[in-house]
């Protein structure tokens, strides 16, 4: 790209979100954007467009990935996303092999389908070579896609982008911008965090919330409610192990929770993956059920059945958090972003309702933005 003014990032898992994260920055070009398009929540967020964010460093640990260039490997298996933009040129980014750690579960080693695992045989990157390859390409700010239920991976990538000096957008519902100790280590680095869990542009969780929101607005009560989902990529694939949904179900319940009138027994409400459908790839269907009670306590229900394509979902926001990143890092502002975090993610520090969390993104942007503008020669 050589854009000398780009956002440098580097990225952690190659998978079907950094596809979508990849081609959007390429689709949205300088002069699309001058056009007008369509899917962007902000077209442009201080001087930057989503074409000046760059990809510096990637790494991951599927042999498929592994020693390609970043742009060859977003459409390397398993990645099944949808491909809106093909034509990408070569990046002169390889893709390093990381550290597996918890990154992948047992069951899909096993799989024999095209959507699995496959180990590189390349050896893992020790966290010096890690942090040394973060500083050599000059990243700026670490973009975390390591699986659902990977703690040890996301946790050992946080305390990479710690000892590297860079900013870290933590994607996944391990909760790091929202522990305490994790907040306060990159509060004293001086680095920007965004996190926990990334919520999608329109997707499960911010429909589910602002149902639950609507309700009660309107003095609706909520008596019982569940959000099903099924997916045919390898983030459901993963998910089908029990045991590496303990931090999803939290982060996605909690995100209901915080915006309901009062706050639900754990029996009446039940948020989480369903399951694993092969065929339906990238797209994910969600059912969404409420119950409540209407004046008089009458009785009353919605149903709600929502399809999306689960990864240009979330680039899109993933492209509204690096660039609030920027912002910070230009203006020298570290630890958890509040304002950022609880807009764009399930489990921020601080749970705010999303009127507040846009209210306080939008005047995160303007403040940050005038500030540069006063600072600037």
């Known amino acids: ?72 490997a977003i459409f390397a298996k398993p990645n099944c996303t949808k491909v809106f933009q093909s034509e990408i040129p070569d990046s002169g980014v390889t893709v390093r092999m990381g550290q597996v750690l918890d ?34 390409a000059g990243a700026e700010i670490l973009v975390s896609y390591v699986p659902v239920g990977s703690e040890l991976a996301a946790r050992f990538y946080a305390e990479c982008a710690l000892e590297a000096g860079v900013a870290l957008i933590n994607n996944m519902p391990v909760f790091i911008a929202s522990d305490k100790d994790f907040a306060e280590r990159f509060r004293a680095r001086n680095l920007p965090i965004i996190g926990d869990d990334i919520k999608s542009q329109l997707g499960a969780t911010i429909v589910h919330r602002v149902l639950t929101d609507l ?23 993963n998910m089908k192990n029990p045991a590496r949904l303990v931090s999803k179900k939290t982060s996605k319940t909690e995100a209901v929770q915080a915006v309901a009138a009062k706050r639900m027994e754990d029996e009446n409400i039940h948020v989480g993956p369903s399951d694993y459908v ?40 993933a492209i509204d958090m690096i660039r609030c990143c920027k912002l910070a890092l230009l203006n020298g502002i570290g630890g958890p972003l509040e304002a950022p975090s609880a807009y764009f993610c399930k489990h921020p520090p601080k749970q705010y309702t999303d009127d507040e969390a846009y209210e306080m993104v939008e005047s995160f942007i303007r403040q940050n933005t005038a500030k540069l503008r006063v600072v600037a020669p």
């Open 278 to 317: 092969p065929w339906q790839k990238d797209n994910k269907i969600c059912f969404i059920r409420m119950e409540g009670q209407l004046f008089g306590d009458v009785p009353m229900d919605i149903e709600l059945r929502l399809s999306v394509e689960d990864s240009p979902n979330s680039a899109g926001v």
């Open 103 to 136: 990154g992948i579960s047992e069951h899909m080693v096993a799989c024999a389908e095209d959507r699995t695992f496959v180990r590189s045989s390349a050896p893992e990157l020790s966290k010096e070579q890690i942090v040394r390859e973060l500083k050599r």
């Open 215 to 237: 309700f009660a607005k309107r003095g609706v009560k909520v008596l019982r409610t569940y959000q099903l989902n099924t997916g045919g990529n390898t983030d459901f694939l």
């Open 1 to 72: 790209m050589n854009n000398r003014n780009a956002i440098r990032i580097a990225i952690v898992g190659v998978g079907n979100c950094a596809s979508s994260l990849i081609q959007g920055i390429h689709y949205y070009t300088r002069e699309r954007c001058r056009q007008g398009v369509s899917g962007l929540m902000h077209t442009q967020i201080g001087e930057y467009l989503p074409c000046d964010i760059e990809v510096v460093a990637a790494f991951d640990v599927d042999a498929r990935k592994v020693g390609t260039d970043v742009h060859r």
